[in-house]
């Protein structure tokens, strides 16, 4: 197997969002946009982060959540469940 | 222009010629002289450099650490206690591939405390990644000064580098020294250009962490970094060489060695006073010569073997020891006859262990006691006086 | 805007996580992140990957203020000073304990450097030890809450005060419960020339034995019963606090951790508990903090 070494370590910007944490997560958070208010405080309190905005939406990236359920707790309108990730 | 100058004064002089962008240090005897004038450079405006006083030797090559991975040309200097608390650092700067340049005024470690000369605080740093270039004389160590930066630069190399001066010895001492004139230095050393560096222009990662998975690699490619740095070395000392007329073409340096029976290998200051003693061997009849190791690490294990070729014993003069075994130097030295056929017997003395003056007699009467067959191979303290050890 | 993360390898409801993408972001990425060793390193640099989108350098443990003073010498140096902020962003145990020295060689020297202790009150990269930021009372792995000693018997270092003696221009704490007061610190730190200090109190799950999705909602306890009163001194005088109405009592911050589960269990832990208000107290009447 061949690796790459380069000068002294150093790495490229980024590059952990090859590993996928989503994996990791037990509870998957779901967003019910009716309820939404898009207040963002999930999105600012996420500690990935892996939640955007996309067209007045809010958007949680799987593929990175770890199922923490910090933005199901901080949401003030209940918009968010944490259920359990079938796999 | 040559010039009857103190050591120090000569490695400061090196140093503002060479321009780093940031020097930081801490004092320390025997190295103060050197960070003395170099400030006093800087406060009169001669060196431009950013000159951090820093809170410790282990600050002060930390501090280093970040310059150097921002890019800066980086300088400092100290001795024994100072460089035992930068160990850490040390590590870390060669495996970040940093190049930056020390100047060790060599003393020995305490306890007990003792401010004198010994190379046991550099020798004891030989598994840290950093080039090591030892001095005879103050012409030497103002020399490899500039050209350790042209070394470690080095794209291929890109390790940092000691030069090793004999606190005190050198340091103290006053020579006729050919100094570097500004002009000859900017043609000699090209301006440093790091490839990798810090800048938000384009945000690297410096320092990650390595699991087993790449680990042994890292290790790995400072190894083969290492086996470049004696071609380099060989390189620029030959550049040298043309250039300023003076100096070394090879990582070691031989004395009457052509039709030596004998070998005496040392480094540091040393080297003079064993070039002495051998002189004075050689009107008695005794075909003795020297062998000076310049570069300690990388270890020049082929220009040892090939000085070794014919003669029957070769003999170590070092001021260090590694307890429990012994000098560091001899360990390395035997290790690179071992695979010779016909083997020449190993001898190996601890001499100036803290200072303790070495006198070209005492060198002589080793190597003739090693000749003459009343010392059996091995590795013994040279000038010890009669001990009695009280244990209660 | 993601400097930090994702992909990171932090637990799951890491609140140190949650307050360096918020240090990053009110810097723009404008900055130098000089880190410690220690969890945020350990969970984001494995080679070859980076979850930094910023110049970042980990040194050792207890270096970084001294690094940072390097790449803010040689930024000078190189007249390269228009990058960016050089920020240190360490640990409260490379900050209280064992970088104490390199820090306060920076901030005496005057570094243009922002510090930022992310503290999660232990060292927790290496299983939970006791710092000089580990509060009294708490179980830690070195100060085990057992049979005749219960846990940490000693206060917090008071790092914003040794900040302060050395003169530093701007010294403030913060909590990852409040985020834009994150933000607002931090810009103010950039735009001050020299040292400043920012503590910034920051939940660890597995370390203080919390519900991962309480890690917002405990860190705020902390605040609203005067256990991490939040401040801001400039030039030396305290301007700013952040108070506190209806201050709650300690227990209801220290019953829904782990760390501090021993404390509800008999007597010697009740005289913990009171000694425990008596800190909040203080701090309520030092810093004026009840509205
Ligand atoms: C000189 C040295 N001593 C000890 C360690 C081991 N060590 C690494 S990180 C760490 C604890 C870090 O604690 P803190 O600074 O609070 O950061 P946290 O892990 O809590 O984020 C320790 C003890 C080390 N790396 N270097
Ligand atoms: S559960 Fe945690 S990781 Fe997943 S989106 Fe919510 S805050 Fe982010
Ligand atoms: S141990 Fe604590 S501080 Fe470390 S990553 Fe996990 S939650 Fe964060
Ligand atoms: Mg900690």
Known sequence: ?87 | MKKVVEGSVAIAHAVKTIRPDVIAAYPITPQTHIVERLSEYIADGELKSEYVRADSEFSAISILVGASATGARTFTSTSSQGLALMHEVLFNASGMRLPIVMVVANRALSAPLNIWNDQQDSISQRDSGWIQLYAEDIQEAHDLTLQAYKISEDIEVRLPSMVCMDGFILTHAYEPVDLFEDEEVQKFLPPYDPKVYLTTEDPLTFGALATPEYYTEFRYVMQQAMERAKKKIRKVFTEFKEMFNRGEESLISLYKMEDADIAIITLGSLTSTVREAVDRLRDKGIKAGVVKIISYRPFPEEEIRKSLDKVNSFIVFEKDISLGHEGAVFTDVKSVVYHMKDRPSAFGFAVGLGGRDVRESTIEKLIVECIEGRKKEGFYFGDVKRVKEILK | MMLFGPGHRACAGCGCAVTIRHVLEALEGKCFVVNSTGCMEVVSTPYPESSWEVPYIHSLFENASAVAAGIETALKSLSREHEGKVVVIAGDGATADIGVQTLSGMMFRGHDILYVCYDNEAYMNTGVQMSGLTPLGAHTTTSPAGKSIPGNLGPKKDMPAIALAHGAKYVATASMAFLADIKKKIRKARDITGPSYIQIHSTCVPGWGIDSARSVEIARLAVETGLYPIFEYENGQLVSVRKIKNRKPVEEYLKVQARFRHLFKDERGKEIIEKIQEIADYNAQYYGLDA
């Open chain 1, 1 to 87: 197997m061949e690796v790459e070494i380069t000068l002294g370590g150093v790495a490229r910007p980024g590059t952990a969002r090859k590993n996928k944490t989503g994996t990791w997560k037990v509870y998957m958070p779901v967003v019910d946009h009716k309820k939404c208010i898009l207040c963002m405080r999930c999105l600012h309190n996420c500690p990935e982060p892996c939640i955007t905005s996309v067209d007045d939406k809010i958007e949680i990236d799987l593929d990175y959540c770890k199922g923490c359920g910090i933005c199901s707790s901080v949401c003030p309108v209940d918009a968010i469940d944490m259920v359990y990730e079938e796999k």
